[in-house]
């Protein structure tokens, strides 16, 4: 059972229980010698009853005795050591002076069942046990005496002998089974409670784990791990809406700067500050797709890819013209339908056309081609990224070199926007050694 793997809560328990339940009937045994024994009560030993017993055998019509295995169970037996044996076929042995009063029990031994006699003040004389053994010649009833033993501690190791395997065995097997099954059933609760809490996702911060399935033991943990998701989704929208109320007041000033930008004479300067504040703009808009989508995904469309792909491509071709690239643009005349934020897309392809502009190098060709299976990619002949990077460009403020333009945001933005649409971004080197940016969306046919 898995369960009872070492290290599992079952199995430690179990084995606790089995050692608790072991020193009970410990206890239980040497309570039962304290108040049945006695220091001055002759008895005759089992252990030896027994091995006088099993030393016995029919022999052809004879009972035998193997006086060796005798010898080594009794080996200080005194003179007035007796026994008397009868099998259930008439066959009889004695051996020593059977006492007057045992002599009618003898002569039906065949018919008594194991019996225990003790006595205090004649010992030598009625101290006397009967063991019954079973053989394949059937079943042999000895009486045997004369070997009287005395002592508390003695009669307390019988007592733990004769009645601990008995009960103690028994006891373990059956909580080693039963108690982990019941344990687990018990914790059932907990591994459904554990599947919650794998399953929040941190769009879900109002998600707590629930507080009925579990043992009121556990409760408390439960709680104070609702507490602690509760403290992160405050602290997740507290930041949520300072980025929102960030981009809402970066639009005015945006829109200014875009104004007094226009109004310049034509050259690299204005050319190179509406490329900057095209990439600052879209960041803003970026921000406010995120926390839109996030609240409001049910109110994804149907987008044809293809038409929005060349409209992002009318957009930006000036920017790219002006910046001395080539652009190229490759989409189906056919429909790419895909579910999601127009807005949201459209401002998604324009960035990684802004990053091709910041990065390609400011010469070659940008490259927009688009499949019918939904992956769209924007290349361009610049350094490229390297291999070693191109995971981490996606995290938030991680910029390829440290003094270089960019906020870092933008790829981190572009990632998050098409992860909410059940899409990806991979970023790869292109044809021409530059840098190819990949985004897959799922195809609605």
Known sequence: MKFLKPG??????AWKICLIQVA????????????????????????????VADAIRLQGSRLQVDWAAVDAAAPDRPATFWFAAADEQGHRLEHGTVPAVYRPLADQLAHVEPTDVRTRSRGLELAMRVWVSDHEEGRLHVMVGGLPQRGFWRQLLVVIGYLGGWITLPLIVITLVVAPWAIHRSLRGVNRVAAQAAAIQITERGRGLDTHAVPREIVPLVDAFNAAVRRIGESY??????????????????????TRIADLPPGQVRARLQRDLGR??????????????DHHRSQHQRVDLAALTREVAGDVAPLLIDAGYAFEVDAPDAEVWVRGDPDALHRVI???LQNAIAHGGGSGTVMVELQPTGLLSVSDEGDGVPEQARQSIFEPFHRLRPSGSGSGLGLYLAREI???????????EAAGGGARFVMSLPVER
């Open 8 to 13: 599992s809560l079952s199995f430690s328990l």
């Open 24 to 51: 009970m009937v410990l206890i239980a045994l040497t309570g039962i010698a304290l108040v049945y024994g006695d220091r001055s009560t002759a008895y005759v030993d089992w252990k030896t009853s027994e091995a």
């Open 237 to 258: 929208d507290a930041q949520d809406r300072f980025l929102v109320g960030a981009a809402h007041e970066l639009r005015m000033p945006i829109a200014i700067l875009a």
């Open 280 to 293: 600052l703009s879209n960041i803003a808009e970026q921000l406010l797709d995120l926390q839109r989508l």
């Open 350 to 352: 324009s960035g990684l």
């Open 418 to 428: 098409l992860l909410r649409h059940g899409g990806s971004i991979v970023a790869e």
